[in-house]
Each structure stands twice: as C-alpha cells, then as structure tokens.
C-alpha cells in the first residue's frame, strides 16, 4: 500500500470538510479487480456499489464489445465519460471504472475533486491470468493479448499514479484481502494517522 503524504493531506481534507467518508473510486488495469474489490468493500462500508461498465451496458442495453464495434473506442469513451460524471457526483458509493478511464482528463478531474481514488495495482502477467478467458475485452482481441497489455500499462500507469489517492497491489491476493487494506487504509485516515 502506498499512500503519498500530499495525499493524504487532501483525503484528509476531504475527511475534515465533510465529516462523512467520501466516494471510493477503483481505477487500474483490466484484470486488477475493480469490479470484485469493489463490491466486497461497498459491502464491508455499507455502500452503494456501482460499475461503471455495467452501467455503460445497461444504459446503452448492448455490451462493451458490441458498442466498440459499431461506435468505436471514441463512442465508448464518451458513454463512459457520461457514466463516470454522473456516477461520481453520488454521495456514498464505490465506484469501479474502467481500466482506460483514466484516458480522459475530465474523467481523472472528476474523480479527483469528488472522491477517493483507489489505483489497484497488478502486473501485466496476473492481468493476462485473469483476462484470459475473457470474452468482452475488445482491446485484448489482438494476436498478441500479453503485449497489448503491456503497452497499455506503458501508456496508463503514469495516469493511475498521478491520479491515486492509496495504490493497493493485488497480485495473487485474494479479494476480502485487498478490500480490507483500503477499508485500514481509511480507517486510519479518519483517525488521523
């Protein structure tokens, strides 16, 4: 777990300003386990859970993979960019995003201003290992899955680092585990420590 003292100076103000503990936002790569950390902590916090792209599928009543094929990455990133402000501006939820989320500076100004942002951490390879049998990752269908991996954690992870409040890494861990590291991690924030 990583917590940087900037921000834990601004969580801590975000604490301190409105006496309620503020959204949890989960960003990171595809396979990192926003969805399933997500809600094992809305659970464990007595929160709301909401994906964003589950939401995108509801509200569009199609999946990703098809909304990709007919409206391509650009048509699938502003659905998601509604999806993300509308969601954020809940109060008391945990909010899992998708991996390119973090492509959109008014995604990243958005989470930024109204919650705290989780970055779970995971190598290219336990992301290959939980992809695998995927079949509604359009970006991974490519010839070469482990690359494109790799290219977009080249092209991302600066963005998830500089957008992160805490950095949990969830390589070969279990889901209750990692949802618990946060759950300590913002315990110990509301105290002060």
């Given amino acids: 777990m990583t917590l940087t003292d900037a921000s834990r100076t601004i969580a801590a103000r975000i604490l301190l300003a409105t006496s309620v503990l503020p959204n949890i936002f989960l960003i990171g790569p595809m396979g990192a386990g926003k969805s399933a950390v997500g809600r094992q ?3 464990m916090l007595k929160r709301r ?4 792209d589950a939401e995108i599928e509801v509200r569009a009543g199609v999946d990703i993979p098809f909304i990709f094929e007919k409206e391509g990455e650009s048509g699938f990133r502003r659905r998601e960019r509604e999806v993300i402000d509308e969601l954020a501006q809940l109060d008391e939820i945990v909010l899992a995003t998708g991996g390119g989320a973090v492509l959109d500076p008014d995604n990243r100004a958005a989470l930024a201003s109204r919650g705290f ?6 190598s290219v390879g336990q992301q290959l290992e939980r992809t695998r049998a995927s079949t509604h990752r359009p970006l ?3 010839p070469d899955p482990a690359a494109r991996l790799a290219s ?3 092209e991302r992870e600066p963005l998830y680092e ?3 409040a805490l950095q949990v890494n969830t390589d070969g861990r279990q889901v ?3 949802a618990m590291e946060i759950r ?9 420590d």
Avoid at 117 to 122: E, H, I, P
């Fill in 184 to 192: 300590r991690a913002l315990a110990a924030m509301e105290q002060g």
């Fill in 176 to 178: 209750r585990d990692v």
């Fill in 152 to 154: 977009l954690m080249t």
């Fill in 41 to 43: 902590l809305a659970r």
């Fill in 162 to 164: 500089g957008l992160a």
């Fill in 117 to 122: 942002v989780v970055y779970l951490v995971a």
């Fill in 49 to 52: 859970f909401y994906d964003a």
């Fill in 140 to 142: 991974l269908d490519t």
